[in-house]
């Protein structure tokens, strides 16, 4: 939950101008990951993406943008938004309890060399921390958006891009930050070279054996439906 709003228009612009400036700061790792993503999607890894709320909201806008289209035409690529799956989420949280949620998913979905992308403004919600633990112990490279620094999920990821702010500055911060992602994504992808095409085997044959199946003739005055 975001809290109460206080100050002027101009404090709360004030603060997101300061949380792009410490995201330009970062725009290095945007573009690392960009390139390192471009890699990995296209020799037919996966990027795994979650977070609670809003952030969870801004998971799916990241996989729709892979599935999907960024900028530019290009072919789809797989990515998966693990609060999307309404019907693991609620399965999960009531056998295994809410902390397993995402975690539970990671180790079903993650393969060496994904990626797995989590969002938390707190850095401390613990269903995320068990989905980063579970990431890293299945190989997948664990990429954090959080809001300022130290916390857990920072302490836990392979590499975190942090926002200060209040809460709603952070998730703006973290939606401008998924689009430089992707943009950095589709820049990279020409530098990639194609994946050659799966070769395909000629279908042998059918031979079917004669059908012993009586014709069936439909009486006089009646019409075949």
Same mark, same amino acid.
């Given at each position: 939950?975001?809290?109460? =709003?206080?100050?002027?228009?101009?404090?709360?612009?004030?603060?997101?101008?300061?949380?792009?400036?410490?995201?330009?700061?970062?725009?290095?790792?945007?573009?690392?990951?960009?390139?390192?993503?471009?890699?990995?999607?296209?020799?037919?890894?996966?990027?795994?993406?979650?977070?609670?709320?809003?952030?969870?909201?801004?998971?799916?806008?990241?996989?729709?943008?892979?599935?999907?289209?960024?900028?530019?035409?290009?072919?789809?690529? =797989?990515? *998966?938004?693990?609060?999307?799956?309404?019907? =693991?989420?609620?399965? *999960?949280?009531?056998?295994?309890?809410?902390?397993?949620?995402?975690?539970?998913?990671?180790?079903?979905?993650?393969?060496?060399?994904?990626?797995?992308?989590?969002?938390?403004?707190?850095?401390? =919600?613990?269903?995320?921390?068990?989905?980063?633990?579970?990431?890293?112990?299945?190989?997948?490279?664990?990429?954090?958006?959080?809001?300022?620094?130290?916390?857990?999920?920072?302490?836990?990821?392979?590499?975190? *891009?942090? *926002?200060?702010?209040?809460?709603?500055?952070?998730?703006?911060?973290?939606?401008?930050?998924?689009?430089?992602?992707?943009?950095?994504?589709?820049?990279?992808?020409?530098?990639?070279?194609?994946?050659?095409?799966?070769?395909?085997?000629?279908?042998?044959?059918?031979?079917?054996?004669?059908?012993?199946?009586?014709?069936?003739?439909?009486?006089?005055?009646?019409?075949?439906?």
């Amino acid at each position: 939950m975001c809290p109460p =709003s206080s100050g002027s228009m101009t404090d709360r612009l004030d603060e997101l101008a300061g949380a792009l400036d410490a995201l330009r700061l970062q725009s290095a790792t945007l573009t690392r990951w960009g390139e390192w993503l471009a890699r990995r999607l296209s020799a037919g890894c996966r990027l795994l993406a979650a977070g609670n709320g809003g952030s969870a909201a801004e998971a799916q806008h990241l996989t729709a943008e892979l599935v999907g289209r960024f900028d530019r035409d290009r072919r789809p690529f =797989s990515a *998966i938004a693990l609060a999307a799956e309404s019907s =693991s989420v609620t399965a *999960i949280g009531n056998d295994y309890g809410y902390d397993e949620v995402f975690a539970r998913q990671v180790h079903a979905h993650a393969r060496p060399h994904d990626v797995l992308v989590l969002l938390s403004t707190s850095g401390s =919600s613990a269903n995320v921390l068990a989905a980063a633990r579970a990431g890293s112990s299945v190989g997948a490279a664990v990429w954090a958006l959080t809001g300022a620094t130290p916390n857990p999920l920072a302490e836990l990821a392979d590499e975190v *891009i942090a *926002i200060p702010g209040s809460t709603s500055t952070v998730q703006e911060g973290h939606l401008v930050a998924v689009h430089l992602l992707c943009a950095a994504f589709e820049a990279a992808l020409s530098d990639v070279p194609a994946v050659p095409a799966v070769a395909t085997v000629p279908a042998t044959p059918v031979t079917r054996a004669p059908s012993t199946t009586p014709t069936l003739v439909e009486p006089p005055g009646r019409r075949a439906s």
